[in-house]
């Protein structure tokens, strides 16, 4: 079979996204972006004529996994040139912006590096990449310099070329918007800073704008999107720097949104305003994402992180104050370089003192070029293993016993997929907890009253009691 397809003919795109919510949404404006250029979306990269690998930076084993999968592009694209076609490989995303060149280097079929922040000129770098067909050779090598490379930084004018979001943007009636990217915190364990620049708000205009497009194409449920996503201080309406709770309360009077969530906040820029807004904003659902990393004031000082234990205990406990039903969620870090049992215990402390309803868990991975990285005591793998399963235990047992708090309760659910078993459907409470019931697809998309009947470690299974109109939130 021929893939190279003339000029009007559907062109096919596969995306595979790694890494966090803001590649999913930026995987999304690319499938946006190459839409006019005649790309629909594949499910199979052996059907696609373009391939976009959407990579994350974050941690060792995100990164590597992309060179594997480079090779095996590498072997497709060899294969369909043999066959007389063609498969164009572009690299998307942290690796992208972090490696650059180095990855053409390494991978000689990628025909495109793109970075986060200028992804937008994908049509531009496709045309590139056609005019240097005949610099490519047979086999899938190429010339130095064949590849073509955009790794430049200025967030603002993405936004500004990027064009308005469509039904294709909103996923059984939720969709994600970023309003903020970059940032200039600098934990010393974080490569962010370096893949995504400088700290950035969108203008409120703009995103009061996209949020109007996504619920007009659909979307009862907004997330905003951050890589310190209240840190926001975006230009707004009125000219005034607007905080992302001045923007979450613009964003409660939009017809038809009924649940607004953001991440990833930062301890240190939840403001009076924004945990005051938990309380009274009845759209903004009771969770919160706000990872801690550590509970030991040495490591937190270590990391950078810009507070200590206490500041996050307090946090919460206001939070609390105004929103009793509150579920929080944090990221935590194991093994940082100089983490001490006591350290780690403080940890598991903090953890206990808190409760958690889920978490997210990781062992330091060290990462060229942050401070982290140049620091002595480095942790073995084998210590970090044994804290991470550890502290997983103890999530577990606290997520298990959040998900039992709720069994006997009516929730909202919005159902977002099929189940795994027919006859099943899949959606998300207030507290996103994922929850199974009995039920047809028509239900995708539509927000439905549940009775929860049983918790399991990372589920709860219940019985449709009433479809509710919308503009019933939690
Ligand atoms: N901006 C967010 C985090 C973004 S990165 C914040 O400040 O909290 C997502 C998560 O990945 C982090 O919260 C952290 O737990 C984890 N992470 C980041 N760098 C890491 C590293 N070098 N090793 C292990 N985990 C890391
Ligand atoms: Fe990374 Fe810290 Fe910035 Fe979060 S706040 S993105 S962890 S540097
Ligand atoms: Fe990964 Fe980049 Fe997100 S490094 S976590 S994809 S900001």
Not at 53 to 81: F, M, P, Q, W
Not at 147 to 162: C, I, M, N, Q, R
Not at 279 to 294: D, R, T
Not at 446 to 464: Q, T
Request: charged content about 25%.
């Amino acid at each position: 079979m021929k893939n190279v397809r003339t000029n009007g003919q559907r062109k096919r795109v596969f995306i595979r996204t790694y890494g966090c919510q803001m590649n999913v949404y930026d995987s999304d404006r690319m499938a946006d972006v190459l839409r006019p250029l005649g790309y629909a979306l594949s499910e199979d990269p052996e059907h696609a004529d373009l391939v976009v690998l959407n990579t994350c930076h974050i941690r060792e084993k995100a990164s590597e996994k992309v060179y594997s999968e480079l090779g095996r592009l590498r072997d497709l694209k060899i294969e369909r040139r043999r066959a007389g076609g063609d498969l164009a490989i572009a690299v998307a995303g942290c690796v992208a912006q972090a490696e650059g060149e180095e990855i053409i280097r390494r991978q000689p079929a990628v025909d495109i590096v793109v970075g986060p922040q200028a992804y937008h000129r994908l049509p531009e770098l496709l045309a590139r990449v056609a005019r240097k067909a005949d610099e490519r050779l047979f086999d899938g090598r190429r010339r130095p310099g064949a590849g073509v490379l955009d790794t430049e930084f200025p967030a603002e004018s993405k936004f500004d070329h990027l064009p308005a979001p469509s039904e294709a943007d909103v996923r059984a009636g939720s969709a994600f918007l970023s309003i903020q990217e970059g940032c200039d915190k600098f934990c010393t364990f974080c490569v962010v800073p370096y893949t995504r620049g400088a700290e950035y708000s969108r203008p409120a205009t703009a995103v009061l704008q996209e949020a109007r497009a996504l619920a007009a194409a659909g979307a009862v449920e907004i997330t905003l999107l951050g890589q310190n996503v209240n840190a926001y201080h975006g230009e707004g309406v009125d000219g005034s720097a607007w905080t992302l709770a001045r923007l979450i309360r613009a964003l409660a009077e939009i017809d038809g949104l009924v649940r607004l969530r953001y991440t990833t906040s930062h301890p240190r820029d939840m403001d009076d305003d924004l945990i005051a807004a938990h309380g009274c904003v009845p759209q903004l659902m009771p969770y919160l994402h706000l990872p801690v990393q550590s509970g030991s004031d040495r490591i937190l000082e270590a990391m950078n992180r810009g507070h200590d234990r206490d500041h996050f205990r307090r946090l919460v406990d206001r939070l609390r104050a105004v929103s009793p039903d509150l579920a929080l969620s944090s990221d935590f870090i194991v093994g940082f370089p100089g983490e001490s049992d006591a350290d780690f215990d403080d940890t598991m402390r903090l953890v206990d003192e808190i409760g958690f309803a889920s978490a997210y868990t990781f062992k330091y991975s060290r990462r060229p070029g942050t401070p982290g990285a140049a620091l002595g005591d480095q942790l073995s793998d084998g210590a970090k293993t044994a804290r991470l399963g550890a502290l997983q235990s103890l999530l577990g047992d606290q997520q298990r016993a959040f998900n039992e708090s709720k069994v006997g309760t009516v929730v909202p659910v919005l159902f977002a997929e099929a189940g795994r078993k027919p006859g099943q459907v899949l959606g998300k409470s207030p507290w996103l907890q994922s929850v199974y019931v009995e039920g047809d697809a028509d239900m995708i998309g539509s927000i439905v009253n549940v009775r929860l009947l049983a918790a399991y470690a990372l589920s709860l299974s219940g019985e449709v009691v009433s479809k509710q109109p919308f503009g019933v939130a939690a």
